[in-house]
């Protein structure tokens, strides 16, 4: 799923969670490595946190799904490899 889509489909979902500090974390490092590199992709970093956090909230379907995502961006040395994180 691209970023953009996950971004769209988790700010949609999940508006007035409450923060999450792992998913504040990622989509900063996130956020800053769309800047580093220049990219042209849309991306907000508060919509990526909101959205993070209800799916982190959702354990049924998509928590596996984020904790991986979290600990991939964690593991990446370059912002090359934090956006290929899925």
Known sequence: ????AL???LFAAGCTEPRSAAC???CKREAECVDVLGKEMPFDEKECIAACVALENDATDN???VKRHIDCVHKQTSCE???ECK
């Open 24 to 26: 504040t974390e990622v």
């Open 81 to 83: 490899a934090v956006l």
């Open 1 to 4: 799923m691209s970023r953009v």
């Open 63 to 65: 928590g596996a799904k």
């Open 7 to 9: 971004a769209a489909i």
